[in-house]
């Protein structure tokens, strides 16, 4: 088979999906090149770009490495904006280089629909971009800060309300983060929440139609009861710096008007020369080829392709399956099979109105409030599956439910990390005073260290040597096990019977071991020689566990280790009540409570990166092809 070049333009949805796929079918195939194209060195996850604008999230919660996402593939890397398409000679143009293809995937999305109103493009603020939601929530961090200083009355009510134009998915979504934001942003520039007015502008008679009326009809109501302005059947027909104009005459003054009231396709596609159709999305035959061109494909926002009248919808759901029917039939025309007819398969829509309110219908369950919001979590994890990302879907958990702030989390504030830990170093200290006790009483033995530590005077009994019955050097079985009846030395020892003062232990908390949990053990535990050896081994774990978590070195880890170690001994029967309270200790030590006075201030961070590093590669902000290995390189390419 002669070798075959695959290039995909844009790392949207659609694009990631596709390559992924693709990389995954030809990874062993040296004949198959893969070469993704993108302006941006990141995948954005745009259903979440409200989240960033409104300050739910910190902007790099939505922002996704490429290098990472496909860490060690075949698919090289190119950062790289696209101008031209040589379909004579099958070539991608870029700014920096050239690019053959024997199959071409095109995936670049869509840009914002001003309808050629007036002013648009210059006083409103779109959000299809990174960069927009960033541009966006600066501009509106600034605006009420300046607005707090503001004597005149009417420029100041002007500079506070935020107006919205569209009551689709993103502008619904939009509004709904603003109105769980302004209470923060009140209180920061100290103004009362009242004072921040937010309006929902829709050109026809109803808001959300990609819902049905019931589930639309709750997101309105509950809007409305939060104060939230809705006009419907209100074209804007002109925009100016500090007003907007309405088709009724009505003008409403504001310095904010976010303009999410559609999409077209993307302007860098009209060089191309392919037939285009509404927005200009170009058009595809059933294969999602362009329309008269072989093995160039046309996925996500792009593609214009009717199913039962209907184009092809506009969400992230659809942008998936192109990509896929697209990769699938790439690899069916390299391979000799037959290609497959895209038809969509949609499990239903979901909105968001701020992060504790939403509405959705999935596969016919109706779903409001926190349940919805909910439900989009679990949509959104396992988006990350499907790209083979679990680095990215546990900073998506970190982001979602750990690191936000005024209770904009579907949990309110109760998984929020960011509360000061420095009231658990007391408690970290009392832990892993609790295991170094464990283990000084085992390695000195549990006579000596109790005669020892039974009044100051006695201390110094620790000096004259460890006692007989200490673990580091007994022969004995000083586990409470039935079936461990000899030692290594021969003489019959009966478990837990010991004459050398074996450790006694507190009435348990199980009065004997579970079934299934001693069958575990005899399989650990098969005999003597292995039970001691594991004893002495718990003399150094013990010890490792109570002076990493005095010293706030690995805490989670060691603090995790901690709560199973004593389900272990609960479990086993070797545990009273009098040593409950370390099992819950344990767990609240869990809350990153080494990150004050501690070591994993310093060493969390360090280990991050290292291994961050180590695994993924440096990221970076251009990425560019090896043309001689196929595997991307590890600095900027220069003069591409």
Same mark, same amino acid.
């Given at each position: ?125 779109? #959000? ?256 990350? #599956? ?227 590093? #180590? ?26």
């Amino acid at each position: 088979m002669s070798n075959k070049n695959i290039v995909i333009i844009g790392a949207g949805y659609a694009g990631v999906h596709a390559t992924k796929k693709l990389a995954k079918a030809f990874k062993k195939d040296d004949s198959v090149t893969i070469t993704l194209i993108d302006r941006h060195s990141y995948h954005t996850m745009m259903t979440e770009l409200h989240e960033v604008a409104a300050h739910r999230v910190e902007p790099d919660a939505i922002q996704f490495d490429l290098r990472k996402l496909f860490r060690k593939s075949k698919v090289r890397l190119v950062t790289d904006s696209v101008r031209q398409l040589d379909r004579d000679k099958k070539t991608v143009i870029t700014d920096h280089g050239a690019y053959p293809y024997d199959y071409l995937i095109l995936g670049i999305g869509g840009e914002p629909n001003d309808f050629g109103i007036p002013g648009v493009k210059e006083h409103g603020f779109t #959000l299809l971009s990174w960069e927009d939601a960033v541009k966006l929530r600066r501009h509106i961090e600034e605006t009420v800060r300046k607005a707090a200083t503001v004597h005149d009355e009417a420029k100041r009510k002007a500079m506070l309300t935020f107006a919205v134009c569209g009551s689709g998915f993103t502008g619904v979504e939009m509004i709904g983060e603003l109105l769980e934001w302004k209470r923060e942003l009140a209180a920061i520039n100290k103004l009362d929440e009242s004072d921040i007015s937010l309006i929902l502008v829709e050109a026809v008679p109803t808001i959300l139609n990609m819902l049905d009326r019931k589930d639309a009809g709750k997101a309105e109501h509950y809007m409305v009861k939060k104060g939230i302005r809705i006009l419907t059947s209100s074209p804007i027909v002109k925009v100016e710096a500090d007003r907007i104009v309405l088709k009724s005459g009505e003008e409403i003054p504001t310095y904010t008007l976010i303009w999410t009231a559609g999409v077209r396709a993307n302007s860098d596609v009209k060089p191309f020369g392919l037939a285009s159709a509404k927005a200009g999305r170009l058009k595809v035959n059933p294969y999602l080829e362009a329309e008269g061109m072989e093995n160039i494909y046309v996925v996500g926002d792009l593609a214009y392709h009717e199913e039962d009248g209907k184009p092809v919808p506009q969400i992230v759901e659809a942008a998936e399956q192109t990509g896929g029917t697209a990769a699938k039939n790439i690899i069916a025309s390299i391979n000799g099979g037959e290609k497959t007819a895209y038809h969509g398969k949609y499990h239903g829509v979901m909105v968001s109105i701020g992060a504790r309110f939403g509405v959705a219908n999935l596969m016919g369950w109706r779903l409001s409030s926190w349940f919805a919001n909910f439900m989009k979590h679990v949509v959104n994890l396992y988006y990350f #599956l499907c790209i083979h990302s679990g680095y990215y879907m546990f900073h998506y958990i970190m982001h979602e439910f750990f690191h936000t702030k005024y209770k904009r989390n579907i949990f309110r504030n109760w998984s929020a990390r960011y509360g000061n830990v420095l009231w658990s170093v007391p408690l970290r200290v009392v832990v892993g005073g609790f295991w170094l006790t464990e283990a000084f009483a085992k390695i000195w033995g549990e006579a000596t260290w109790k005669e020892a530590t039974s009044s100051w005077s006695k201390v110094h009994l620790l000096f004259n040597g460890i006692g007989k019955d200490s673990w580091l050097t007994s022969d004995t079985v000083k586990m409470p096990f039935d079936w461990l009846q000899t030692t290594t030395t021969g003489a019959s020892q009966a478990a837990g019977s010991s004459s050398d003062a074996a450790t006694q232990w507190a009435a348990p908390i199980f009065s004997k071991m579970p079934g299934w949990f001693e069958w575990i053990m005899k399989i650990l535990l098969p005999n003597a020689d292995v039970a001691i050896f594991m004893q002495k081994m718990m003399l150094f774990i013990e010890l490792g566990i109570g002076l990493a978590i005095l010293a706030g070195l690995l805490t989670w880890i060691c603090s995790a280790a901690s709560a199973g170690f004593l389900v272990v001994f609960i479990l086993s029967a070797m545990m009273g009540w009098d040593k409950f309270w370390a099992l819950p200790a344990s767990i609240a030590l869990m809350n990153g409570s080494g990150r004050t006075i501690g070591l994993d201030y310093w060493v969390v961070p360090f280990l991050q990166k290292f291994f961050g590093r #180590l695994w993924y590669g440096k990221s970076q902000s251009v990425y560019g092809p090896d043309q001689n290995t196929g595997s991307h390189t590890d600095t900027a390419s220069r003069g591409m």
